[in-house]
């Protein structure tokens, strides 16, 4: 997954560039934006604490005010002590590495300033996001063991944004953003072994990024 990231930013900055060089004439006639941004997210309780975030994004501005968008963003982070949540005890302490692969569409308002090429906006949308977790095993005291595989399936995420975007040549824009998303989840953890399981519910998240972006 880390080498498709990859494969992928560097088509996106290579695409940026060869519409560098043909496009974008005047600073303020652009309809269309793409470009990549990065940041960091913390949930409140379970599943994860720390979500460090990595996204690709296009935008289209429809009218002078309003901008529609389109993104898809990849989280990583841990399953934090998922055998925890069964009631069970482990000689070591133990978490599950898991990815949320989001995919979000939103609407946008910009707002002017004296300064032409800073611009503030807020924003809101709805998102779809793509869960997976790796199993895990460990042993717990005295003689037995676990294994738990997570479900995470899909979960529905509206999410608010504030940000500020500064358009620093006639086709590049760098912004700053912090975005609070509520995620509509329904995970099932269950042991193998014993048969437990457990289900685990709605979270949020909160957190800043900062992004690049190729105007035309």
């Not at 900055?13 to 913390?42: H, M, N, P």
Request: proline fraction near 3%; charged fraction near 20%; charge should be negative.
């Amino acid at each position: 997954m880390n080498k498709l990231l990859a494969i992928v930013m560097i088509i996106v900055i290579g695409i940026c560039g060869t519409f560098s060089i043909v496009w974008a004439e005047d600073l303020y006639d652009q309809k269309f934006a793409i470009g990549i941004r990065g940041g960091t997210f913390l949930a409140d309780g379970e599943p994860s604490n720390d979500l460090p975030m990595f996204g690709i994004y296009g935008r289209y501005n429809w009218s002078e005010k309003w901008n529609l968008g389109l993104s898809l963003d990849y989280l990583s982070g841990d399953f934090e002590r998922p055998y925890k949540l069964l009631g069970i005890d482990s000689t070591t302490e133990l978490d599950s590495d898991m990815t949320n692969i989001i995919i979000t569409i939103w609407g946008e308002r910009e707002f002017s300033l004296k300064s032409q090429k800073l611009k503030p906006y807020i924003a809101g949308g709805i998102g779809l996001g793509l869960v997976d977790a790796d199993d895990l095993s460990g042993n717990v005291p005295g003689v037995g063991s676990f294994d738990i595989k997570t479900d995470g399936g899909i979960e529905y995420i509206p999410a608010l944004a504030v940000g500020l975007r500064y358009l620093f040549s006639k086709r590049w824009e760098a912004e700053i953003a912090g975005r609070y998303s509520y995620h509509i989840a329904d995970w099932d953890v269950e042991d193998r072994i014993s048969g437990q399981s457990v289900s685990v519910d709605n979270y949020s998240t909160f957190g800043f990024y900062l992004g690049l972006g190729f105007r035309f």
